[in-house]
């Protein structure tokens, strides 16, 4: 039988990781193992995550927020080193499987010979909509993704998949062991896509239709992005960056796909000119800007601090 281990990142949303633990315990094919990285949560949210020890459940505290990818890498490091599990079953804590998800998920794993991971379809339950532009194909300069099917009509019942997000992705020991584990430095954004599209260069990965995930919107949650948000921009471009200069070997492609997304930084600061004044307008133009610099310079590692962030913000305000 084989044995799989989830491994869900949170950071002061106990109140989804609850519900994504008990639709980890609710499958009906039986995790080994479900471990939780807490990303230093303050104490309210620490108290939840206590209450959600088990037998079968283990927390690892970190001493700082290390955001996903950083917790993702810890994570499955602790996994690997303690259980060697067969699959790695990776997923955000505002996420929550179908009971026969990981089921129908393993019922394809002969499919293809040396299989990187399986992915399932996610649906958004604020929406009541398939997240499809989760599973992905990319650009030609690899400086965006491009959602590989756009209705669910169009989906296949099995699909070969390039990319996609760490919302149920199931990798094997195999692929684990070849490409290694998540890459910590990118902090948060890009992560994922890294290190499906890191073990689809080795390794054919398929999306199963009928293998569901259910997963919060964050549209829907969070609303339009506001300033307090505004330091994520730094790592999704800064991240796209070093995904470019990692993976795109064609030299001239290399150089045309940074030429393509510092015109997506310009258009954002002409936006900012127009929709912002004073202060704010200087904020989020350093961002961007340093975004572009250190992408380009490969600096990568926590650089950007939320909590810091916010506080000097607030203080702006």
Known sequence: MDIVVAITVTYNDA???????DALQEQQLRLAKIVIVDNNSNEENKAIIKTLVAANVDVLYLEENLGGAGGFEKGMEFVRDKYDPDWYWIMDADAYPQKDCLEKLLAHKGNK?????????????????YQLFHHKRLAKYLERDIPLYHS???????????????VGPLFSKEAVKTVGIADGRLFIYGDDLEYTYRVTRKFPALLIKDAV?????????????????????????????????????????KWVGSLLLWM???????????????????????????????????????VIDPANYNMKLNKLL
């Open 264 to 302: 997506r930084i310009v258009k954002q600061t002409l936006l900012n000119i127009k929709d912002n004044t004073g202060k704010l307008r200087k904020i989020r133009y350093k961002l961007l800007w340093r975004a572009y610099h250190d992408g380009k310079n490969l600096r990568d590692g926590k």
């Open 213 to 253: 995930i259910n997963h919060r919107d964050q549209s829907a949650a969070n609303g339009t992005r506001q300033p307090k948000s505004w330091w994520k921009d730094y790592y999704m471009y800064r991240n796209r960056l070093l995904f470019i200069n990692k993976f795109q070997e064609n030299g001239i492609k």
């Open 152 to 166: 669910y009509d169009e989906i296949p019942d099995v699909s070969d998949i390039i990319a996609n997000a760490f």
């Open 113 to 129: 010979e040396h299989i990187g991971y399986l992915a399932p379809l996610i649906f958004g339950v604020d929406l009541q909509q």
């Open 15 to 21: 109140q989804y990781l609850k519900k994504c633990v």
